[in-house]
């Protein structure tokens, strides 16, 4: 968002800033080839881990990479409760 807005950083510190549209996009994109190359040269039981920092949109790209393994919205779109959606999400990947 900050690099469509720069205002924005007037308003909210850095970490809190999220991704655009096109961020999302290009975080699907990206997590769609990183699976399709995991899957093209990896061995039966490859494993990925990822690191991510506390920042909202580091964390929305990692959600958005990992979206090419399973489609969190159509698996816990049913749950409301935004903390037990996130434990939920987060069980899923382990």
């Known amino acids: 968002e900050g690099n469509v807005n720069e205002a924005i950083y007037t308003e909210h510190p850095d970490n809190e800033i999220p991704l655009t549209s096109l961020g999302w996009e ?15 040269n990896g061995k039966d039981g490859s ?32 749950i409301t409760d935004q903390h037990e959606r996130k434990v939920m999400w987060y069980n899923r990947l382990t």
Not at 26 to 40: D, E, F, S, V, Y
């Open 26 to 40: 290009q975080a699907k994109m990206a997590g769609q080839a990183l699976r399709n190359q995991i899957l093209c």
């Open 47 to 78: 494993t990925v881990h990822f690191i991510v920092s506390p920042y909202v949109r580091t964390m929305e790209t990692f959600h958005g990479l990992a979206s090419a393994w399973c489609d969190p919205d159509a698996e816990f779109g049913r």
